[in-house]
């Protein structure tokens, strides 16, 4: 495969992270263009390529932590949301055929279309809408849609210390947060926004308060919190082998997230283990296996009621889910679906999130589900089959302030933006493709022989529409780069398009 040329754009074309809140908040409320308060932090953070778009590099890159690219909100106008008419059905079916109907497609009943107006729900164009078909990473959006039912929006993930059984130990106790910063944690960040060192620097205090712990200190590790395997076993070894998907852990750096080429490392707790017994030491507590980087940390489980030394929060759920979708990042997933299913009284066995992700979609969100089939929250592995009217459903609902836990989510950068954030970045970089740039926001998919998108773009006259296009029968190599370039066509069609009747 080869890697798509970067995109060039004019000044113009760019939107406000701030600004692009008004696509999905505004669609409450046609009417209002206005700018969103709260600056989009997912775009201000470290943002990981995607591992269900895989579309390769020729070099490697150094690790993880050093490429992982960092995206910059830039100022311009709102792209407008207005109450424009609804767009004619016919019209639009006409203006999107001939995208449609491209060889790079592959098989012609494989290829499955359902574009909504996302205010009303009204159908503008279908094709194979019901039709089961393969997903990719637009899985997440249904996982997402689940995940803000059993997770508020405003929840942290706390990582804390506690003094262990023995008094020479101490104990880092997981709690959900695989976004830890090495040093000290950036408050406005969401990778990160926690740190390491500021573990370490409360927890030599709080051990110095007495005079300092006699001899050395042990650091254990709890992990019970929300366990359960580090890859699904639905998974083939070869996405975590080549870095398309990192572990699923509940205590993680946020250095660690994989990278295609750059795995994640065989156990990222003990990376924090790590991490932590050098920052201890450097802050004059005598740590066992401090500078050692073959140690390992002993998993226990911490006593009840031990006294807490040290803690250190999270971004937001709603801010971390938001990351885990633009940078389409399938551990990530994986752990917040998880964590959601057992704050909801589930439990944390695959089968059992991932009946319960069908649970929330069908009776919170009132969606039709008979046949689809989940098999894991992230959807990367084989036997998800989903149709894309569903998925379009979910976006309604995340546009129309029906669902404003899930359209805080997609509002907040769950969505990238056409040609800037996440893993849109790279796409949308032909100038057949520039009405969508900036206008769009979408949710990719790609497996061999998949190529899905879903997501929002404003129209010409204003009016905010929701796709969900998915082409699974393709013949594998660069075939996939170039379906994903006409699925972009069609997006871009739509925002060229006023699609009235004429």
Same mark, same amino acid.
């Given at each position: 495969?080869? +890697?798509?040329?970067?995109?060039? /754009?004019?000044?113009?074309?760019?939107?406000?992270?701030?600004?692009?809140?008004?696509?999905?908040?505004?669609?409450?409320?046609?009417?209002?263009?206005?700018?969103?308060?709260?600056?989009?932090?997912?775009?201000?953070?470290?943002?990981?390529?995607?591992?269900?778009?895989?579309?390769?590099?020729?070099?490697?890159?150094?690790?993880?932590?050093?490429?992982?690219?960092?995206?910059?909100?830039?100022?311009?106008?709102?792209?407008?949301?207005?109450?424009?008419?609804? +767009?004619?059905?016919?019209?639009?079916?006409?203006?999107?055929?001939?995208?449609?109907?491209?060889?790079?497609?592959?098989?012609?009943?494989?290829?499955?279309?359902?574009?909504?107006?996302?205010?009303?729900?009204?159908?503008?164009?279908?094709?194979?809408?019901? !039709?089961?078909?393969?997903?990719?990473?637009?899985?997440?959006?249904?996982?997402?849609?689940?995940?803000?039912?059993?997770?508020?929006?405003?929840?942290?993930?706390?990582?804390?210390?506690?003094?262990?059984?023995?008094?020479?130990?101490?104990?880092?106790?997981?709690?959900?947060?695989?976004?830890?910063?090495?040093?000290?944690?950036?408050?406005?960040?969401?990778?990160?926004?926690?740190?390491?060192?500021?573990?370490?620097?409360?927890?030599?205090?709080?051990?110095?308060?007495?005079?300092?712990?006699?001899?050395?200190?042990?650091?254990?590790?709890?992990?019970?919190?929300?366990?359960?395997?580090?890859?699904?076993?639905?998974?083939?070894?070869?996405?975590?082998?080549?870095?398309?998907?990192?572990?699923?852990?509940?205590?993680?750096?946020?250095?660690?997230?994989?990278?295609?080429?750059? +795995?994640? +490392?065989?156990?990222?707790?003990?990376?924090?283990?790590?991490?932590?017994?050098?920052?201890?030491?450097?802050?004059?507590?005598?740590?066992?296996?401090?500078?050692?980087?073959?140690?390992?940390?002993?998993?226990?489980?911490?006593?009840?009621?031990?006294?807490?030394?040290?803690?250190?929060?999270?971004?937001?759920?709603?801010?971390?889910? =938001?990351?885990?979708?633009?940078?389409?990042?399938?551990?990530?997933?994986?752990?917040?679906? !998880?964590?959601?299913?057992?704050?909801?009284?589930?439990?944390?066995?695959?089968?059992?999130?991932?009946?319960?992700?069908?649970?929330?979609?069908?009776?919170?969100?009132?969606?039709?589900?008979?046949?689809? !089939?989940?098999?894991?929250?992230?959807?990367?592995?084989?036997?998800?089959?989903?149709?894309?009217?569903?998925?379009?459903?979910?976006?309604?609902?995340?546009?129309?302030?029906?669902?404003?836990?899930?359209?805080?989510?997609?509002?907040?950068?769950?969505?990238?933006?056409?040609?800037?954030?996440?893993?849109?970045?790279?796409?949308?970089?032909?100038?057949?493709?520039?009405?969508?740039?900036?206008?769009? /926001?979408?949710?990719?998919?790609?497996?061999?022989?998949?190529?899905?998108?879903?997501?929002?773009?404003?129209? !010409?006259?204003?009016?905010?529409?929701?796709?969900?296009?998915?082409?699974?029968?393709?013949?594998?190599?660069?075939?996939?780069?170039? =379906?994903?370039?006409?699925?972009?066509?069609?997006?871009?069609?739509?925002?060229?398009?006023?699609?009235?009747?004429?």
């Amino acid at each position: 495969m080869h +890697p798509r040329p970067a995109p060039r /754009r004019a000044p113009r074309y760019a939107l406000a992270a701030t600004a692009v809140v008004a696509l999905l908040v505004g669609a409450a409320t046609p009417s209002v263009a206005g700018t969103s308060e709260t600056a989009d932090e997912a775009t201000s953070t470290t943002g990981a390529p995607a591992a269900d778009d895989a579309s390769g590099t020729s070099d490697a890159p150094a690790g993880p932590a050093e490429v992982r690219p960092q995206v910059a909100a830039v100022a311009s106008p709102v792209a407008a949301v207005s109450a424009a008419p609804v +767009p004619d059905r016919a019209t639009v079916s006409v203006r999107i055929g001939d995208e449609l109907d491209s060889t790079w497609l592959g098989g012609t009943n494989r290829r499955a279309v359902a574009i909504r107006d996302a205010l009303t729900g009204e159908s503008l164009a279908d094709r194979n809408a019901d !039709r089961l078909v393969t997903p990719a990473s637009t899985t997440k959006l249904l996982s997402a849609a689940a995940i803000v039912t059993g997770l508020d929006g405003e929840h942290t993930f706390t990582t804390r210390v506690v003094a262990g059984a023995e008094p020479d130990e101490v104990v880092v106790v997981a709690g959900g947060d695989m976004l830890l910063a090495d040093g000290a944690g950036n408050p406005e960040a969401v990778a990160g926004h926690a740190g390491i060192g500021d573990l370490a620097a409360q927890t030599a205090a709080a051990l110095q308060e007495d005079g300092g712990p006699e001899g050395t200190v042990r650091v254990r590790l709890d992990l019970s919190y929300v366990a359960g395997p580090h890859a699904m076993p639905t998974w083939s070894e070869h996405w975590i082998r080549e870095g398309w998907s990192g572990r699923i852990v509940q205590l993680g750096r946020s250095g660690d997230r994989a990278l295609p080429f750059n +795995p994640s +490392p065989a156990s990222p707790e003990q990376e924090v283990a790590r991490v932590f017994r050098e920052a201890l030491a450097k802050e004059g507590i005598e740590v066992v296996g401090a500078g050692d980087e073959d140690a390992q940390a002993q998993e226990v489980e911490a006593v009840e009621g031990a006294t807490e030394l040290a803690s250190v929060e999270s971004a937001a759920a709603r801010d971390v889910l =938001a990351l885990a979708l633009a940078t389409s990042d399938n551990a990530m997933v994986e752990q917040l679906a !998880r964590q959601a299913a057992v704050a909801d009284g589930g439990s944390a066995e695959q089968e059992a999130v991932t009946a319960w992700i069908r649970q929330a979609v069908s009776e919170d969100y009132g969606l039709e589900l008979d046949g689809v !089939r989940i098999a894991d929250a992230s959807g990367l592995s084989d036997g998800t089959q989903i149709p894309v009217g569903v998925v379009a459903d979910v976006l309604v609902a995340g546009a129309d302030g029906s669902h404003p836990a899930l359209q805080d989510v997609l509002a907040a950068g769950g969505l990238p933006i056409a040609g800037y954030t996440g893993t849109l970045a790279t796409r949308f970089h032909l100038d057949r493709h520039e009405p969508a740039v900036g206008t769009a /926001r979408a949710k990719t998919g790609t497996l061999p022989g998949v190529s899905s998108l879903a997501g929002t773009v404003v129209s !010409r006259d204003g009016r905010l529409l929701v796709y969900a296009l998915t082409a699974d029968d393709l013949d594998e190599g660069t075939a996939a780069i170039e =379906a994903a370039s006409v699925l972009d066509e069609v997006v871009a069609e739509l925002a060229r398009c006023g699609c009235q009747a004429e």
